[in-house]
Each structure stands twice: as C-alpha cells, then as structure tokens.
C-alpha cells in the first residue's frame, strides 16, 4: 500500500488487511458497536484510502461480538459537532463514492446508521439471528443514508414506510424475504464464507468489476442529492427540542427500568 493505516490508532475500528481484502470492523462491543464522531472519521479515511491503493480490490465491513452497530451513538451527537464537514457525512459520501465491492457481514443487531448503511454494499450477509431495526422517527429523527430514496426502492414502499415510519424490526428472515440482505447464515458460519466471498470477489478482474458495480449503482448524484437533503433536516431536528426531550424521556425510562 503507498499509504499506511495503523490499528493502534483506531481501536474503535478495527483495521485489518488480509491480502486485497480490507476488513473494517465495529469495535465498541460495551456500547453495542454505536458510531461516534471519531470512528465516522476514521471509517471514511479508511475507505478513502482503499478506493485509491490499486493493490486492494474490495471492502468488508463487520461488528465485533454479537452487534454489527446499534447506530449513532446519542451521547455523542448530543455534543458539540466537528467543524468541518461532519464525519458522518463524509462517511456517506465515502460510501457512496467507493468505487470496489463492498460487503457487510451483519453479526448482530444492526440500528439506524446500521442498516441504512447497507444499502449501500454490494453484498449483504446476515447471520440467523441479525434483527434490523431504524428508529428514526421513535428517537425525534429522521432517515439518513439517503434511505428515503434507496429502501423504498429496494424493499418496495411499502415494507419502507414500516421500517422507517412504524419503526418496524426486521428478523434476517424478513431482511431475506424483502431484499435487504443476499444471505443468511448460520452465526458460526457468516464471517468465514463472507470471506470466502470477498476474497473470490476480489480476484476477479477489477475492470469489469467496477463498471459493473457502476452500472448497478446507478445514478450517484441523486443518491448524493437525497443524502443532503436529509442532512439539512437531520441536522435541525438534532437541534430541536423535540428531539432533546425525546432522548431525555428514553433517558429517564431506562434509569426507572434499572432502579
């Protein structure tokens, strides 16, 4: 690689390269896998890095433990944002511009960010016992990841307003059923063929796969578009007062609940 990207440095995110295979894994397993500012930064990096080194052919993405990611972590976006242009969004932008195979093997709960993600890899793995779940609008938020876009067109409408207005949870059956995943595996089993996948993926001639990844991805822009209109209203319900009441009433359950 002409470029180095140390471990030691990203413990939140785990980075590992297996020959032209990088391995980007969600290390957080106390707090359930849930992104932050910092591992947002350093997930973009990371993908920004592998799109350019020629010597790597493709992505995978994981949780540590039994969670892929329970989404953003609320905490963290309760506080002050990075200047600049938020880590998140440079995520996004990061995956939507990541020109080679990328695939998720979802290990676990996937929340939020956690499943809005997905649609935006070109493979999907889930082991049996992965449920999905996009709370936007039970937290005072609402969809990101240009998923108000890209669900309803991969799920159909219908199954989209149920997941992203009635807060519906999806088992991997029903992920299967409706198009969010490729796969379900057995737990045991989802992280060695995920990679045995990838790795045969990535010895394919790079090309042909990336056109044909283009020519499935479609229209980039209006993804891009999408991506920043929910921003701009992302960004306003995260300063509104009913979001901070919302977060403060769940807040206040759950000190009951642990009383």
């Known amino acids: 690689m002409s470029e180095a990207l140390d471990p030691a440095t990203a413990f939140d995110v785990l980075v590992e390269r297996r020959g032209a295979v990088l391995e980007l894994t969600f290390h957080r397993p106390e707090k359930r896998n849930a992104l932050t500012h910092s591992m947002y ?25 039994d969670a ?3 989404g953003n972590d609320l905490d963290d976006f309760l506080r002050p ?32 960010i956690g499943l809005t993600m997905l649609l935006h890899c070109d493979l999907v793995f889930a082991c049996s016992t992965a449920h999905f779940k996009a709370p936007f609008a039970e937290v005072g938020l ?6 108000s876009l890209l669900l309803p067109s991969t799920v159909g409408m219908a199954w989209a307003a149920d997941v992203l207005l009635a807060g519906r949870e999806l088992s991997a059956t029903e992920a299967l059923k409706v198009g969010l995943v490729s796969r379900v595996l057995p737990h045991g089993m989802l992280l060695p063929e995920a ?12 090309q042909a796969m990336g056109r044909s990844k283009k020519l499935l991805r479609g229209d980039r822009q209006a ?12 960004l306003d319900q995260l300063q509104s007062a009913e979001f901070r009441d919302t ?3 769940m807040r206040a359950r759950r000190h009951a609940q642990s009383s």
């Open 247 to 249: 977060v403060a009433a």
């Open 81 to 112: 944002m990075p200047e600049g242009t938020p880590p998140v969004l440079r995520f996004l932008h990061a995956l939507v511009d990541f020109d080679k195979p990328l695939l998720a093997a979802v290990n676990g709960l996937a929340v939020g």
């Open 41 to 65: 930064a350093k997930l973009a990096d990371a993908l920004q890095l592998a799109n350019r080194d020629p010597e790597l052919r493709a992505v995978m993405l994981t949780g540590f433990g």
């Open 68 to 70: 892929f990611t329970a």
């Open 142 to 147: 609402i969809p990101e990841a240009a998923s």
């Open 195 to 206: 990679r045995h996948v990838i790795d045969a993926v990535a010895a394919m001639p790079p």
């Open 223 to 234: 993804v891009r578009a999408r991506i920043a209109e929910e921003a701009a209203l992302f």
